[in-house]
């Protein structure tokens, strides 16, 4: 069963950085496409970005060119770093894989003042 753990949250000010972790147990990580995610009160949760097993990545159009996606395949992790973030940002943030076929983890709170 995989399990999922992302990390990393926080508050920060609006134009600031976060990195977010997403923690991966079990063999499948290292062939599956990843995707983060993101919830924000009252809505539902989005999709935002996705890398594949070689690296292929693809962004929601409000992310792109702030946030990138990356993955370390030995250490079963993948990551988000989130650069000029804005209030619109603030969500919890998810990890699942690309078609979210494995149960969803805590998720890790990012909020940004303005």
């Known amino acids: 069963q995989v399990q999922l753990v992302e990390s990393g949250g926080g508050l920060v000010q609006a134009g600031g950085s976060l990195r977010l972790s997403c923690a991966v147990s079990?063999?499948?990580?290292?062939?599956?496409?990843m995707s983060w995610f993101r919830q924000a009160p009252g809505m539902q949760r989005e999709w935002i970005t996705s890398?594949?097993?070689?690296?292929?990545?693809a962004y929601l159009d409000s992310v792109k060119g702030r946030f990138t996606i990356s993955r370390d395949n030995a250490k079963n992790t993948m990551y988000l770093q989130m650069n000029d973030l804005k209030p619109e940002d603030t969500a919890v943030y998810y990890c699942?894989?690309?078609?979210?076929?494995?149960?969803w983890g805590p998720g890790t709170q990012v909020t940004v003042s303005s």
């Open positions: 079990g063999r499948e990580f290292e062939f599956a496409s």
């Open positions: 890398i594949t097993s070689i690296g292929t990545t």
């Open positions: 699942n894989g690309f078609y979210s076929q494995w149960s």
